[in-house]
């Protein structure tokens, strides 16, 4: 479902939930709002329904923004640098969900200041396009989803994709397969590795780190995923799914509890009562689930 941004702040407003007339209950987080705000104007919003909710009002959450503003060249640049990451995981590990690649050696590579890469960082995991692998350093790991929308690239590279739109796609296919080097997308601020001045001319690229509290989440929804992995096989590809949307959200720097809340109520008692969720609630929000009647 796609509205207005300006329908949702419009809304009645209490603690990160607005309440949308015609809609119901949307969950916004302090990164959405930026996000917003950094596009101008009142851009259009993805919704998502948050199913599983106890609560007789729909609920969704936000899962992007399309752009009405005029600065289309920032907005452009973004994604450039976003798909360019995707390919880069993509071609690193062969386009093998299980095979990890090197966050660190992509953005040295592309020499993106600290803010563009965690731009590209953060909008993968959100849109569940790829995963933290905890194993052997920063590494990522492509999902299923995120494999797709690159061979559906490749395949159809003047078309858009679900997350890119069509400009995008053939600027990005049609650069890395004449050159799989670093693309120069142009000086744009605006990512997870660190600019370092060392000299008067002389800059330096300093090799990121995953944070600390990152890679603990990484490790606790990991363990999730294989509580998942024993459900039988017609309740494990709906629980994936869902254990995926709490993931994109625990790792935001603001995560808005209310949103994992909402997903979390829709997973099966044996994988809300596991000790790794208990300690994901703990280490990300400093409190218990919620209790379940």
Same mark, same amino acid.
């Given at each position: ?80 640098? =976003?798909?360019?990451?995707? =390919? ?55 999902? =299923? ?15 858009? *994709? ?5 400009? *995008?796609?053939?600027?990005? *296919? ?6 799989? =080097? ?6 744009? *601020? ?104």
């Amino acid at each position: 479902m796609r509205i207005d941004w300006i329908q949702v702040v419009n809304g009645k407003q209490e603690d990160g939930t607005y309440l949308v007339d015609g809609i119901g209950e949307v969950f916004v987080n302090p990164r959405d709002i930026e996000e917003a705000e950094e596009l101008g104007g009142s851009p259009l919003v993805d919704l998502r329904e948050a199913s599983g909710n106890p609560s007789t009002m729909p609920q969704y959450v936000i899962m992007g923004f399309i752009p009405r503003s005029a600065d289309a060249q920032l907005v452009a640049q973004r994604d450039n640098r =976003r798909l360019i990451a995707l =390919r880069k995981i993509y071609d690193e590990s062969g386009g093998d969900p299980q095979k990890p690649a090197s966050w660190s050696k992509i953005i040295d590579e592309q020499k993106w200041s600290r803010e563009d890469a965690n731009d590209a960082f953060f909008f993968l995991i959100e849109r569940g396009l790829m995963k933290i692998h905890t194993a052997g350093g920063p590494n990522v790991v492509l999902t =299923r989803q995120g494999a797709d929308e690159i061979e559906n690239a490749i395949r159809h590279p003047n078309q858009p *994709t679900h997350f890119f739109n069509a400009m *995008t796609v053939q600027y990005i *296919t049609n650069n890395m397969d004449n050159s799989n =080097r670093s693309i120069n997308i142009s000086d744009v *601020t605006g990512s997870a590795i660190g600019l370092l001045q060392t000299g008067n001319d002389n800059t330096g690229y300093a090799n990121q780190q995953i944070n600390p509290r990152i890679e603990e989440i990484a490790a606790l929804m990991e363990s999730i995923r294989q509580a998942v992995s024993a459900l039988p096989e017609d309740e494990r590809i709906a629980n994936s799914k869902l254990v995926d949307i709490i993931e994109a959200e625990v790792v935001k720097p603001s995560p808005v509890k209310s949103v994992v809340d909402a997903i979390y109520y829709a997973l099966p008692s044996i994988i809300k009562a596991a000790p790794e969720m208990i300690g994901l609630y703990l280490k990300v929000f400093n409190e218990s689930p919620p209790s379940i009647i």
